[in-house]
């Protein structure tokens, strides 16, 4: 068992739990709560593995990536019933997510011998195309299209830089994958929590007009 595979087990369990989470409030039953964790959980690997030729994709290979999905959303789901989780919740867990599935996706892209920007787009897609198809599903706007969402895709891209700076520099494969991990992971939670952005186009504090 690689410690790839063990990072993916985990990235598909804790997105599909932000699928739950992100269906409340919105009556959705059962199976439209695991219709949307499956989608959080497989959706930017599969976009991955299609962009690569790794066919079968990856959740279809592995039955076990399917039981873990569909298993955390059946637990988050009834526990969801009986306590109130609040946004927070949903945010971190999103964030670890986040930073699970583009390193998992660059290393993956890496060993099928992928140009460094490609390798790089890769992971930020595994990263953020399941939560885009979730929000869609549920109406919303996806958390990486909100201004007030903080570093979200830019943390994915900061951290998935570093791993290729650090791959260039030769540090041991795991070290790499924790400190980038660890790294989209900070600068996530640093911006919910200090709301750090970017700048935007149109300024809310100006007007069309105004030069």
Known sequence: ??????????????????????????????????????????????????????????????????????GAAIVTFFLARTHEIPLRSLQVADAFALALFTIVGLVKAYSFHVPPAIAVMLGVTTGVAGGILRDLLLNEIPLVFRPDI??????????????????????DPLTNMVVSVAAILLVRLAGIQWKLALPVINPKDRSPGQT
């Open 1 to 70: 068992m690689t410690s790839r595979y063990v990072l993916e087990q985990c990235g598909v369990g804790i997105a599909a739990i932000t699928g739950v989470m992100a269906a409340r409030g919105k009556q959705v039953d059962l199976f439209g709560v695991i219709v949307l964790a499956l989608v959080t959980a497989f959706g930017g690997g599969t976009i991955r593995d299609v962009a690569i030729g790794d066919h079968p994709v990856f959740w279809a290979k592995d039955a076990h990536y399917v039981y873990t999905a569909a």
């Open 150 to 171: 903080y570093l979200y895709a830019t943390a994915a891209f900061a951290g998935a830089v570093l791993y290729v700076i650090l791959r260039f520099m030769q540090i």
